[in-house]
């Protein structure tokens, strides 16, 4: 998987697709045969689909980490904080991340982020609600807030400090109502 980041992310940023990440390639560096490859991940698109998975997982950790971290207890610092996570995740250089949203609209990889923005909703209804929002508009306010954050983190008019600072202001509005 490791390997397999490697290549997407030198291949994003040389403006190429993903679709030239071959498994060749991808075990030539990780250092094992092509048949050790294959007993892992039976093609490229499953190993792309590891990779978007492993992100996924550590978006939810960050962003669980910025929810139950100690500027939990400030809502405008914590809405900062989860700007920064959800806008310019730092590991992710702007065209991986775009290339690796690019394929999760592919068939077969929507799943894996569908249930991330889910679960973001719900990380994100739950601060509403902490904010005094009643249930039936926290939810609202949840997956408004987090689309807010996707549509900034996906355009390329802003530069990401800008956007965090746009999504600050958004977010904030529609989590306080």
Do not use: K, W
């Not at 889910?118 to 609600?129: E, F, G, N, V």
């Amino acid at each position: 998987m490791t390997a397999t980041f490697q290549i997407l992310d030198r291949l994003a940023a040389e403006g190429r697709p993903a679709s030239e990440a071959t498994t060749t390639l991808i075990a030539a560096r990780a250092g094992v045969s092509i048949g050790t490859l294959y007993q892992y991940f039976p093609d490229r698109a499953a190993l792309i689909a590891a990779v978007i998975d492993r992100e996924c997982d550590r978006l939810l950790a960050d962003v669980d980490g910025v929810l139950s971290g100690d500027g939990a207890a400030e809502p405008d610092r914590l809405i900062e904080h989860l700007a920064g996570r959800l806008i310019n995740p730092g590991r992710l250089a702007p065209a991986l991340h775009r290339m690796l949203a690019a394929e999760t609209a592919r068939p077969g990889m929507a799943t894996r982020a569908r249930a991330t923005g889910i679960a973001l909703d719900a990380r994100l209804q739950a601060l509403a609600t902490a904010r005094g929002l009643p249930p039936d508009r926290s939810a609202i306010a949840g997956r408004t807030a987090r689309l807010l954050f996707q549509a900034l983190a996906h355009q390329d008019v802003l530069p990401p400090a800008a956007a965090s600072d746009q999504a600050v202001r958004l977010v904030r509005v529609t989590l306080t109502g």
